[in-house]
């Protein structure tokens, strides 16, 4: 897998150095570290970035590592350098402490214009016991779905598959709970029930057993409840494309709204470019 990782201020970045190292152990890595120069140039910059990336590749503590010092804007060079190096899993850190905390923009145009993977650290864990694997419904869900069950066979982490349904249909009014809603609907010939059947196949394929979840209601508040009241280290989502004006107008950006409101690490998947079928 090859892993281009942002280092944009030491302390800020630590975060996703320590989620790099974190894959590194379970998956055969290629890691480049990256940081991005101002387009003025000072005295001696270069040197201090340079100077930057060694200190951050002994947090890595993985060698040999590949070091670049780009200059221009951030997000623009972050995507050109995924581009070129045809990247599997671009990790950034999203924090607010160190000289230069991370700006939300910069996460929010790579969503929209990365070519693969894309890995958006906040409050990390040590491992990863836990995942939350969210699906949409849609056939373009299942890349996300496979992404998660490489990640979850080489952490050995318990998964839960999380489908969010716009609204109790009627046929399902005065049941008793979630959990028989969702029993019943995996015994009905739906799209959704069909959906999350193939998923559960596609965590079977992979010898990662799963618990099936539903909720009725808005997505991003859904998805963030459950990460509230169960322990996640991670949560994989799917990107959903809304690129346009038109889209946004009409749908808004659901991948934008659940990263901004996730606490824990979220892994994005480029529907169109997911991990090699080799990493697994």
């Known amino acids: 897998m090859k892993i281009l990782i942002c280092v944009n201020d030491l302390i800020a970045d630590e975060p996703g150095l320590l989620q790099g190292r974190l894959i590194a152990r379970h998956f055969d890595t290629d890691i480049t570290l990256l940081h991005i120069l101002p387009i003025r140039k000072t005295p001696g910059d270069r040197t201090r970035a340079e100077q930057l990336l060694e200190q951050a590749n002994q947090i890595l503590g993985i060698y ?10 951030p997000a623009k060079r972050i995507v050109k350098e995924a581009h070129r ?35 958006v650290v906040k409050n990390p864990r040590a491992e990863v016991r836990r995942m939350l694997i969210c699906t949409g419904g849609l056939q373009l869900a299942e890349p996300v779905i496979e992404v998660g069950a490489r990640f979850a066979l080489a952490f050995n982490a318990e998964v839960s598959l999380f489908h969010v349904a716009a609204n109790v249909p009627t046929m399902y009014t005065g049941l008793k709970s979630i959990e028989e809603t969702l029993s019943g609907l995996l015994q009905t010939d739906t799209p959704v029930s069909r959906h999350l059947h193939r998923g559960a196949e596609i965590l079977a394929g992979y010898n990662v057993e799963a618990e099936l979840k539903l909720r009725h209601g808005e997505a991003v508040y859904e998805i963030v409840r ?40 979220t892994l994005v998947v480029n529907q169109y470019r997911a991990l090699p079928p080799e990493i697994q």
């Open 64 to 73: 040999p590592v590949a070091r670049k010092v780009r200059r221009g804007d």
């Open 85 to 119: 190096g045809n990247y599997d899993l671009v990790i950034v850190t999203i924090s607010h402490i160190g000289e230069y905390p991370q700006a939300s923009a910069i996460h929010r145009q790579l969503l929209k214009d990365i070519p693969c993977c894309l890995l």
């Open 226 to 265: 459950e990460i509230d009241l169960e322990n996640y280290d991670m949560v994989v989502i799917g990107s959903t494309g809304a690129n346009t004006r038109l889209k946004k107008l009409l749908y808004g950006n659901l991948t934008e709204e659940i990263v901004d409101a996730v606490g824990i690490p």
